[in-house]
């Protein structure tokens, strides 16, 4: 089984953790650094809104990220896959000798792996736990980045709010207020800037 690969293919739990957490933290600063008076002051209050996973699996540095993450998975995966075998040759062991065992014996099997198998769902869920860890450290310089670009383009556009489609809090909109493809423009120049 691919334990660490299958807890982080599509990045979706952690992604939506994470972009929600960055979507309210910009809203947070968007509410706090547009005065209610300048709100209620605009004849219209201008809108737009992101699709962040789009931002997320198009932003520079993001395959990189992923292919450094991937490569540093592969000795934690094959850590899992090999302990996954020792017990499986364990239980398949036990399981064509138990009827020549005596009781006593096969309790003994019996407990041999179910402690095992505890050992190893332990060390599966420590090891998933470095993979978040990681992936979440990989991708959190992306994930500031994405915000500051969101940021410029929302004060260059004096726009009052920027939402995120991803995150579920838009039901329908005009096409002509989505701003992904703006935000990994101003992603692009600045991992540009960056570069010189």
């Known amino acids: 089984m691919n334990h660490i690969h299958a807890a982080f293919d ?10 929600r957490s960055l979507f309210m933290a910009l809203l947070g600063l968007v509410l706090m650094s547009v005065p209610a008076a300048d709100v209620a002051a ?4 201008r809108m737009g809104f992101v699709n962040s996973q789009a931002l997320i699996r198009e932003a520079p540095g993001t395959s990189e990220a992923e292919a450094l993450f991937q490569s ?11 302990l996954e075998l020792n017990l ?35 060390r599966v869920q420590e090891l998933e736990q470095e993979a978040a860890a990681r ?26 709010f920027i939402f995120d489609t ?24 600045m991992a540009n800037s960056g570069n010189e």
Not at 42 to 45: G, L, N, R
Not at 72 to 82: F, G, H, V, Y
Request: net charge negative.
């Open 42 to 45: 605009q004849a219209t209050v």
């Open 166 to 189: 991803a995150a579920g809090s838009i039901l329908s909109a005009d096409p002509g207020l989505d701003l992904t493809e703006v935000v990994l423009g101003r992603l692009q120049q």
């Open 135 to 160: 992936r979440e450290a990989l991708f959190a310089p992306i994930f500031e980045r994405i915000g500051e670009a969101i940021e410029l383009v929302r004060e260059e556009g004096n726009y009052a």
């Open 72 to 82: 540093e998975m592969a000795a934690p995966q094959q850590e899992i896959d090999r």
């Open 88 to 122: 499986r040759r364990l239980m398949e062991a036990f399981q064509a000798q138990q009827a020549t065992l005596q009781p006593e014996a096969r309790q003994m099997r019996v407990n041999e792996i179910e402690g095992r198998r505890a050992d190893f769902d332990t």
């Open 10 to 19: 599509g990045r979706t739990l952690l992604e939506k953790h994470s972009m």
